[in-house]
């Protein structure tokens, strides 16, 4: 029995050391995209991805990086692949989302707060990202309250794609 114990806990910490790589190669991948280092940026997220594939920011993010790096057919497949995820996961996702987005704001916040000695001219970047987050977080919960209450447009045919595999007259119309 104590072995089996011996056993679990190093399973514990090699699936806690595979989140923390997934985590770390995600945030080196967003300081990448910021600091214009679009390789290094794919590298990372790529990493992130594999670790993570449903990871709907994270492919975001690569899609952008892609973009950035010139690599538009490789974007647009990456935005693709987030794209055909069933509602329940992108429901799940987006909660992942907006906790991590409000834990964002919060740190962003704390740290602009604890420059209070700075001139505000010098904090302006700091200013701007807190509210682009913010912005990005209350989108992502309105898309998310719209999910959870039902309320998406053709949220019963998006369902009935993933359930079925066949796309609905829904999705189609517009090519006729």
């Known amino acids: 029995m104590l072995l089996l114990a011996g056993a679990w806990a190093l ?3 090699a699936a806690s050391a595979a989140e923390t790589r997934a985590e770390q190669a995600y945030r080196l991948g967003l300081l990448s995209l910021r600091e214009g280092q679009w390789a290094d940026a794919i590298r990372h997220l790529e990493a992130s991805r594999d670790a993570r594939p449903r990871d709907v920011d994270g492919l975001y993010y690569l899609a952008q990086a892609y973009f ?4 538009h057919r ?3 497949e990456t935005l693709e692949r987030a794209a055909v995820l069933a509602p329940q996961d992108v429901i799940e996702l987006l909660r992942t989302r907006v906790e991590r987005l409000t834990a964002s704001v919060d740190a962003l916040t704390a740290g602009l707060q ?4 700075v001139p505000r001219l010098f904090l302006i970047e700091d200013e701007y990202r807190i509210a682009m987050t913010r912005a990005e977080a209350d989108w992502a919960r309105t898309l998310l309250d719209e999910l959870t209450a039902g309320t998406f447009p053709h949220l019963d045919a998006w369902r009935r794609f993933h359930e079925t595999g066949e796309m609905p007259a829904e999705f189609t119309e517009h090519d006729q």
């Open 11 to 13: 399973w514990l910490q």
């Open 68 to 71: 950035l790096h010139g690599e």
């Open 74 to 76: 490789r974007a647009h």
């Open 114 to 117: 604890q420059a209070s000695h």
